[in-house]
Each structure stands twice: as structure tokens, then as C-alpha cells.
């Protein structure tokens, strides 16, 4: 391999790259049991930055960026997270219906358990009591569809809507029933 190197009294002169084979099949040895380029270069006695070119001019496939991932990071939780909404996440990345990350609900997985099988992604778990970090079997109740759920779930929530609000909502070009104009009135 060769590079340039600039000097401003002599100008551009052409180097050689001296190779230290020794350290090369060392590297690679270490490379290939996936050791990150720090812990490579403590053992052979060079910088990680060294052990990075020798990975570039030498084209040794490269371990990923950044820290150790799952257990081998310090911050690993044992594959369990809470998401925004407040469901419990594990880490199942050989499940076939994972997000991207390899998760899934802890729900889906407790009810899939119970059941024996995989949910279909069209099937619904429906916590009891609202709460969805509580995945005990005895809370989750299971609907084969969407709207089946919303039929038991919203049954009997019907909002109580101002006269006012109406006449927005005519206005606004929605369709209100004869019904809700009946129940609007008897609020007010």
C-alpha cells in the first residue's frame, strides 16, 4: 500500500506502508471472534485507531459502530422496556410478528402462551382494567378483531355533547343523528 506524505521543505515524497504481518494475522484472528477494536488493540499492543486502519487497508470486515449490544452493554435491562403508552415490551427478536428491533408486547406474548399458538396480527388482547403493565392472563381478554372490541369496550360511552357543539359540527358538514340532538338537549 502507498500514500503520500506532504512536506513543506522537501516537498511531496512517496512512503511505503510497512506492514507488521505478525500483528495483521493477530488482528484478524481477534477480528473474527468479534472483539471490538479496543479490546484488540490492548492485547497486540497498538492504538484502536491503529487496529482500525489495519481493519481499512487490509479489508477486514469491521464490527459494528458504537458499544456492545444486549448483554454485554452495561445499560442492558434484561430486554425488557415500557413504551410511550405504557405497554411492557420483551426482547423476542425470533418472533415473527417483532418490531424492527426484535420486541414484542408482553401481552401478546402471555396470551400466545396461554393459547399455544401465535396471534394473528388482526386478533386483539384487551387489558381488563386498563392498566398495561398488568399482563396477568386473569386481566387480558382476547377479540378476533378490532371492531369487536370497540363493540364490548365502547358500549354505552356515549358523550355528552353541548347544543352548541352540534351546530359546530352541522356547520362543519358532519351527519348528526336525530338521537344525539335529542341527547344534547336533554343535557343542557
Same mark, same amino acid.
Given at each position: 500500500m502507498l500514500y503520500f506524505q506532504y512536506n513543506l521543505w522537501m516537498g511531496v515524497r512517496l512512503m511505503k506502508f510497512q506492514t507488521d504481518y505478525k500483528a495483521l494475522e493477530q488482528i484478524t484472528k481477534l477480528a473474527a471472534q468479534g472483539l471490538s477494536s479496543k479490546e484488540i488493540a490492548k492485547i497486540v499492543g497498538k492504538t484502536p485507531k491503529a487496529v482500525q486502519k489495519y481493519f481499512r487497508r487490509h479489508n477486514i470486515p469491521c464490527l459494528k459502530q458504537g458499544g456492545p449490544t444486549g448483554e454485554r452493554n452495561g445499560a442492558w435491562k434484561g430486554g425488557k422496556q415500557i413504551d410511550k403508552r405504557g405497554y411492557v415490551l420483551l426482547k423476542a427478536p425470533g418472533h415473527p410478528f417483532a +418490531?424492527?428491533?426484535?420486541?414484542?408486547? *408482553?401481552?401478546?406474548?402471555?396470551?400466545?402462551? %396461554? !393459547?399455544?399458538?401465535? =396471534?394473528?396480527?388482526?386478533?386483539?388482547?384487551?387489558?381488563?382494567?386498563?392498566?398495561?403493565? +398488568?399482563?396477568?392472563?386473569?386481566?387480558? *381478554?382476547?377479540?378476533?378483531?378490532?371492531?369487536? %372490541? !370497540?363493540?364490548?369496550? =365502547?358500549?354505552?360511552?356515549?358523550?355528552?355533547?353541548?347544543?352548541?357543539?352540534?351546530?359546530?359540527?352541522?356547520?362543519?358538514?358532519?351527519?348528526?343523528?336525530?338521537?344525539?340532538?335529542?341527547?344534547?338537549?336533554?343535557?343542557t
Open positions: +418490531n424492527s428491533h426484535g420486541y414484542v408486547r *408482553e401481552h401478546r406474548l402471555v396470551m400466545e402462551a %396461554h !393459547l399455544g399458538r401465535y =396471534l394473528q396480527p388482526n386478533e386483539i388482547v384487551h387489558h381488563k382494567d386498563g392498566n398495561y403493565s +398488568n399482563n396477568a392472563i386473569e386481566n387480558l *381478554e382476547i377479540f378476533s378483531s378490532n371492531s369487536e %372490541h !370497540l363493540k364490548k369496550t =365502547l358500549s354505552g360511552r356515549v358523550p355528552n355533547w353541548s347544543v352548541e357543539g352540534f351546530e359546530k359540527m352541522v356547520q362543519n358538514g358532519y351527519r348528526v343523528g336525530a338521537w344525539q340532538k335529542q341527547k344534547a338537549r336533554k343535557a
